[in-house]
């Protein structure tokens, strides 16, 4: 008589479930190349431990940080808790800049309301965009973390 399975917590089930889809989308995207992104802690392993488990950490392509967002002791908590060993590279990007022009352009439609939710969201979004541009013209596929509000 087989022993029976032991069950999983939801939690297991939820991380099981991750890597299947990780492992589907890839292997429908016939790609094993990936890169990922460390701009705020311990939830932003996520985009790197993830894949890693589904397809192997030497599939780890590069990593980025984006200093001036994102406090250096949380970059620090990013590296120590295990991402940057594995990773081939370990970028360092300038966000301020597209920040400042995006906030400059579109600040007079925002009727002097003060800074909040959306230039945070904004910060978010020329992150996803440059981090996009570098994918695509690397041939990798994006992995990233979104917002959490």
């Given amino acids: 008589m087989k022993a029976p399975l032991p069950v999983k917590s939801k939690i297991e089930r939820i991380h099981d479930a991750l890597l299947m889809g990780i492992r589907d989308y890839f292997s429908k995207m016939d ?28 599939n780890v392509k590069q990593c980025f940080s984006f200093p001036g967002f994102s406090s250096e002791h949380s970059i620090q908590d990013a590296i120590e808790t295990g991402g940057e060993p594995e990773c081939q590279l370990y970028d360092k990007i300038a966000l301020t800049k597209p920040f400042l022009l995006l906030n400059n ?24 965009v440059i981090l996009m541009a570098i994918s695509n013209k690397l041939g990798y596929i994006l992995l990233n973390t979104s917002n959490k509000k």
């Fill in 31 to 58: 790609s094993q190349k990936r890169f990922s992104v460390f701009p705020a802690g311990s939830i932003s392993l996520l985009p790197w431990y993830l894949p890693a488990r589904a397809l192997g950490s030497d």
């Fill in 105 to 128: 352009h579109y600040h007079p439609f925002f009727r002097d309301l003060p800074f909040g939710l959306t230039e945070e969201n904004m910060q978010a979004r020329a992150r996803a």
